[in-house]
């Protein structure tokens, strides 16, 4: 049983900035699990926004947030974050929190077990 809740989500004028943070727990997880941030706007299917091997020495973007998100983390609080800057208008959408426990990772959203409730987050323009 894994359990990802995310927070941090909210109201954010566009220009600026929020941090996201997904934390981690459950008896069968475990820090080795890649992890990932995916976006869900109204009427538009789950993507890929950003992802992060175990030790954090690998990250991915989507080429629509490179340069302005950074995905991180921290295996001894069982927490992953996403740092995101320069927001915009479509960047507004239900965040999600991903763990892969096989080990592929990546951006495709096949590749991922278990997932959070969500967190919204919307970019007023």
């Known amino acids: 049983q894994v359990r990802l809740v995310e927070s941090g989500g909210g109201l954010v004028q566009a220009g600026g900035s929020l941090r996201l943070s997904c934390a981690a727990s459950g008896s069968t997880f475990n820090n080795y699990y890649p992890m990932a941030w995916f976006r869900q706007a109204p009427g538009k299917e789950r993507e890929f926004v950003a992802a992060i091997s175990w030790s954090g020495s690998s990250t991915y973007y989507a080429d629509s947030v490179k340069d302005r998100f950074t995905i991180s983390r921290d295996n001894a609080k069982n927490t992953v974050y996403l740092q995101m800057n320069s927001l915009n208008s479509e960047d507004t959408a239900v965040y999600y929190c991903?763990?892969?426990?096989?080990?592929?990772?990546?951006?495709?959203?096949?590749?991922?077990?278990?997932w959070g409730q969500g967190t919204q987050v919307t970019v007023s323009s």
């Open positions: 991903a763990a892969d426990r096989r080990g592929y990772g990546g951006s495709s959203k096949f590749n991922y077990d278990y």
